[in-house]
């Protein structure tokens, strides 16, 4: 059966409850307003079970009924994520098994760019979301190199470390920098490596999106809001699942 | 409060083995002086302000004078000389001057020596003076609206990464009950090297700490606290690289509570060890004269290490902490010394551990205001489940007398805490409060029953570590990993550049008029 509604006590009964703040003061209309609300939300009928004022400005309240929605769970879209999204734990096992080794991680701001806030949400233990940073994974080693490090300097740094994977952040948009400075780096590390033995190139910032990575020549683009479990499992999937590029054994 | 029957002995030697691990540390942030731990002389001079570019003149000044005659010697006795040659009628011209390149600087020597040393202490002591103004204008203002009634203190925290969101914010959280606000910082203000400028309305997951920004936060408290007949404390951070610096704008504005851990920076931020120390070092002196309670931060070591495995770390991080606090003349009214609700809440007798780490916290530091801060890592995103862990994480907080409580929310890890949110943590604290906040008269474990063991076996690791720490250096520990699981060696991290070994000609006018201590 693919058609369904939410269950309370009996197959069939839609219920479901809500909670909520109404931005007006604590008296009949208020939860006269919240039955309204959850009307048009497709309860009915709606029961406040509870409202309670907080401040002297708004109203709190918990309202349960039956939804008059039906859902098709055979309509259910899933957007998969080309790569299985990793626990710390089952990084660290992956690259144990995989790599027999730890994987390197050399990360930095490059050009004129001050703003460490991405690559230090990704890499420093603190980390971002509720998720710890990539420090935090025993199998990885992480080299952040910080703000302002020129390409050349990262390319340097990027051989002394035998890095995996370089990640580069980039937050400043004025005259096209971010994608400057990236395809920059792609090239420098084209020019500098076989293509065989070159690290994946990973590439972060609030402006861009993940169809740029062919245009900025890197193997990956994050963007806005990704949290660093989402880049260590990606950096497991390319380099120790996919062995892509495949990797002199170091 | 003497629940816990702890020997004596051993509390004694973890005290010394945390001097002797310490000793050290403190020898060398005196042998050394940092770019930050300089400007902040400037700012208590008087230097505000900013160029074009946001860079504050005290960076322009301080990284001129270092190109011309190093940091070794301090920058008092350069930039005091050069005032008196005439070179600019004021600070702010002379920064303004140095950045253009229009003035050379030179170390001055016999009585032009003499003369640039008394100006500067002139100068940093007329700030001094200030900082001792807004502690006593604190005291004048706590014996006119009171103290919270009740302990724990509730602390609550605003994050909007604009002060004029976060004002009105704050103040109605205090309305609601809250007793302490802490603005929280935007995400990599420890990284960076200056202290921003003016107030400021854009931030990520924070708010900028800028002396502006304290100075209309504790405005708009100060009218709250009137409103409602009770003091409201405000927090904020005096960590990463501009410690030194951020602790004297929090004297000068009359921050209440500073959150200044000695190894935060270090093992949490990658920020090099002994820059940290030296900063340390000065920001606790500067603190220790405003009137300054400080948070410790060993809530953190437990959201990277397990929480039993590693409960001994927090107390060796306590013992430490306190010893550089009190090295640096904190008194125990100032040290609230952090520790945190973070056991996983599957394993069996999880409350009992809790309870345990709590009261031997309480018994080790009786006269301190703990920081009990509350569960997030075992938060799921279930709040009903989380609502519940929170009550349990109050009821500790009752039962063991902590100073200061951080309100947990059901919402951890979801979003950030929505009005309904707050509203309900707050009653959450209330009725714990109120039902069990007298348990603690009733409360005795058992002499050798579970709490009471659990309470000497972490005592016991913790005496263990801090031998291995005392034979090893705690540079080397910290080096090794561990604390927080964080390998962080002396001669790594951010920051290290800004760090000189003092000349014999070294002269830092704030730090003389500190260790005088006299008011």
Redesign the interface.
């Known amino acids: 059966m693919s058609i369904i509604q939410p269950y309370g006590d009996t197959t069939g009964d839609g219920m479901v409850q809500l909670?909520?703040?109404l931005p007006v003061p604590h008296d009949k209309r208020a939860e006269g307003a919240a039955v309204q609300l959850a009307n048009k939300m497709g309860m009915d009928p709606a029961l406040v079970v509870h409202s309670?004022p907080?401040?002297d400005d708004?109203t709190?309240f918990v309202v349960y009924g039956p939804v008059n929605h039906l859902v098709d769970t055979s309509k259910v879209e899933v957007i998969e994520r080309d790569y299985p999204l990793l626990s710390p734990k089952e990084v660290n096992l992956a690259i144990r098994k995989g790599l027999r080794r730890r994987l390197t991680v050399v990360g930095a701001c490059i050009g004129t760019d001050a703003?460490?806030?991405g690559i230090?949400?990704i890499l420093?233990?603190?980390g971002?979301?509720?998720e710890?940073g990539l420090?935090?994974y025993r199998e990885l080693k992480v080299v952040?190199l910080?703000?302002q490090v020129a390409v050349p300097e990262l390319v340097r740094r990027a051989k002394a470390d035998k890095a995996d994977a370089i990640l580069v952040s980039q937050v400043v948009t004025q005259r096209e920098a971010h994608v400057l400075n990236t395809k920059e780096m792609s090239a420098a590390f084209r020019e500098a490596y076989a293509e065989d033995a070159r690290p994946v190139l990973v590439a972060g910032g609030p402006r861009f999106t993940e169809q740029m990575a062919a245009e900025l020549g890197v193997d990956r683009v994050f963007g806005r809001g990704t949290t660093p479990g989402e880049v260590a499992s990606y950096l497991v999937d390319a380099l120790v699942t996919k062995k892509v590029p495949a990797k002199r054994s170091a | 409060m003497k629940k816990l029957d702890l020997d004596p002995v051993t509390v004694r030697k973890a005290r010394s083995l945390a001097r002797k691990a310490g000793k050290p540390i403190v020898n060398l942030a005196q042998q050394h002086t940092t770019v930050s731990v300089e400007r902040a002389v400037l700012r208590l001079a008087g230097l505000t302000g900013a160029d074009t570019e946001g860079i504050p003149w005290v960076n322009r000044l301080a990284d001129t004078v270092r190109a011309d005659v190093g940091l070794e010697h301090g920058l008092a006795l350069p930039v005091w000389d050069a005032l008196i040659r005439g070179e600019a009628e004021d600070l702010t011209v002379l920064a303004q001057k140095a950045a253009s390149g229009s003035v050379t600087f030179r170390m001055p020597e016999g009585r032009d020596a003499v003369r640039a040393r008394t100006a500067a202490r002139k100068m940093a002591a007329a700030g001094m003076k200030r900082i001792d103004g807004r502690r006593r204008e604190r005291d004048r203002l706590i014996k006119r609206h009171g103290d919270p009634k009740q302990r724990p203190w509730i602390y609550l925290i605003v994050a909007t990464g604009d002060i004029y969101e976060d004002i009105p914010q704050a103040q109605?959280a205090a309305?609601?009950g809250a007793d302490i606000i802490a603005v929280i910082r935007s995400?990599?203000q420890s990284?960076l090297d200056y202290v921003p400028e003016g107030a400021t309305r854009e931030g990520?997951a924070g708010t900028y700490a800028t002396q502006e920004n304290f100075r209309l936060m504790r405005a708009a408290l100060d009218e709250t606290s009137k409103e409602l007949g009770r003091y409201v404390r405000l927090t904020n951070y005096a960590s990463g690289l501009c410690m030194p610096e951020i602790a004297t704008l929090a004297g000068l504005e009359r921050l209440d509570m500073m959150l200044n851990d000695s190894m935060y920076g270090i093992?949490?931020?990658?920020i090099n060890p002994i820059r940290t120390f030296v900063d340390q070092r000065f920001s606790r002196q500067i603190h220790a004269r405003a009137g300054i309670i400080i948070n410790t931060g060993e809530d953190n070591y437990l959201?990277?290490a397990d929480a039993v495995e590693a409960a001994h770390t927090v107390t060796v991080s306590q013992l430490l902490n306190e010893y550089f606090a009190k090295e640096a003349g904190l008194e125990d009214w100032q040290l609230g010394l952090g520790h945190a609700f973070e056991i996983n809440p599957d394993l069996p007798d999880s409350f009992r551990m809790e309870l345990a780490h709590a009261m031997l916290a309480r018994q080790l530091f009786p006269n301190a205001p703990l920081k009990w801060m509350p569960p997030?890592r075992h938060m799921t995103g279930d709040v009903f489940r989380g609502y519940l862990l929170d009550g349990f994480f109050n009821l500790v907080g009752a039962m063991t007398g902590q100073g200061i409580l951080l309100v947990g929310m059901m919402t951890?890890?979801v979003v950030t805490p929505?009005?309904?949110d707050r509203?309900?943590a707050l009653q959450n604290v209330r009725y714990v409060l109120g039902a069990a906040g007298n348990l603690h008269e009733d409360f005795r474990p058992e002499p050798n029953g579970f709490i009471a063991q659990r309470a000497r076996q972490v005592l016991g690791e913790s005496v263990e570590l801090l031998e291995e720490i005392v034979d090893d250096g705690l540079l080397n520990a910290i080096g090794d990993g561990t604390f927080?699981?964080?390998k962080r060696p002396q001669d790594a991290g951010?920051g290290l550049d800004g760090v000189a070994r003092k000349s014999p000609e070294y002269y830092n006018p704030a730090i003389e008029l500190l260790e005088e201590g006299t008011r």
């Not at chain 2, 093992?267 to 990658?270: A, E, G, K, P």
């Open positions: 909670s909520f703040t309670k907080i401040g708004f709190f703003h460490t806030v230090d949400a420093n233990i603190k971002f979301a509720g710890k420090e935090y952040n910080g703000a | 109605a309305r609601e995400t990599g990284l990520f093992l949490f931020r990658d959201t990277t997030t951890e890890a929505w009005i309904s509203d309900l927080g699981l964080m951010r």
